[in-house]
């Protein structure tokens, strides 16, 4: 599978560090600048990923469409900007797929959406799924519901960044030192993240075999809830989601 990504900022050089990681041949991947010849660039490939600020897809795809095979599938990893657009500006037929990673792609913990579009065939997307499997999870979904995708996974990070550090000053006001205490946030937050992907178990009853009867857990659950803990975050989630949907209708 030859493959081109096309911008070398932080998910380009991201992309590349995991798809070396994983073993793919030097002669299979190519990294193209601004300062490379992109239509030499992408010559014989079978995914073209453009790692590029929103601003610069429309454009770039409009200068690559004269120069790509007609079966070589088309990446854009560009937050907001729909199918629809990218489409417009390639020819006919040309295969293209919408894609989603968030920020933990650069620890290989990420997760990334696929959304396929009306050209791309089973087999894109399976190798898409292959591609971005380097970086941590891949899911498909249609591309509906990317603006719920990007208001829970996108900007998910930055939640439980927030929620790290309150647990950590939580820590610090009982006594810990700082460093220990978000160490001890952080490491509790991915075991319990993992104990929710790995047992495939329902979050309310792994929480349950935590809380025991008049118990410190319970009583810190209570006192949370008291401060409207779930419907903010669930609120927050919406928030998001509503947000990149006015983004996106707002053309930006
Ligand atoms: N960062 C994330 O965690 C994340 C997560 C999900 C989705 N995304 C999406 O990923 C995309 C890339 O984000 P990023 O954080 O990697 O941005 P970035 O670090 O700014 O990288 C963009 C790169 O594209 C280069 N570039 C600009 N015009 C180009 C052209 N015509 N041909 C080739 N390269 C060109 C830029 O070079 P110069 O600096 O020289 O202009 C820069 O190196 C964005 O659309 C964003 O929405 C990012």
Redesign the pocket.
């Known amino acids: 599978m030859k493959i081109t990504i096309?911008?070398?900022?932080?998910?380009?050089q991201t992309l590349a560090k995991g798809l070396t990681a994983s073993g793919i041949p030097e002669g299979d991947l190519c990294l193209?600048?601004?300062e490379t010849d992109?239509t030499l660039a992408v010559k014989g490939a079978d995914f073209v990923v453009l790692?590029?600020?929103?601003k610069?897809?429309r454009q770039?795809s409009k200068d690559l469409a004269a120069h790509l095979d007609s079966n070589t599938c088309l990446i854009s990893?560009?937050?907001?900007i729909p199918i629809e657009d990218i489409a417009d500006a390639l020819s006919d037929g040309q295969p293209l797929i919408r894609a989603?990673?968030?920020?933990p792609?650069?620890v290989d913990q990420g997760i990334t959406v696929l959304s396929p579009s009306k050209t791309t065939t089973d087999s894109h997307i399976e190798a898409a799924s292959e591609i971005f499997s380097c970086l941590g999870r891949v899911l498909t979904l249609d591309e509906e519901h990317m603006d719920a995708v990007t208001g829970l996974a996108?900007s998910g990070p930055a939640y439980i960044y927030v929620m790290i550090e309150s647990l950590a000053d939580g820590g610090v006001m009982a006594g810990l030192p700082r460093k220990v205490a978000i160490e001890l946030a952080a490491q509790t937050v991915l075991g319990a993240a993992t104990m929710a992907l790995e047992t495939g178990k329902h979050p309310a009853e792994l929480k349950d075999e935590v809380t025991t009867p008049a118990g410190c857990t319970i009583s810190a659950l209570l006192r949370m809830e008291d401060g409207g803990l779930r419907s903010v975050l669930a609120r927050g989630v919406q928030e998001a989601a509503e947000s990149a949907r006015r983004l996106r209708e707002q053309g930006a």
Request: positive net charge; hydrophobic residues 45%.
């Open positions: 096309i911008g070398m900022g932080v998910m380009g193209a600048t601004q992109q790692c590029l600020k929103p610069n897809i770039v990893i560009a937050a907001g989603m990673p968030n920020t792609c650069r996108a």
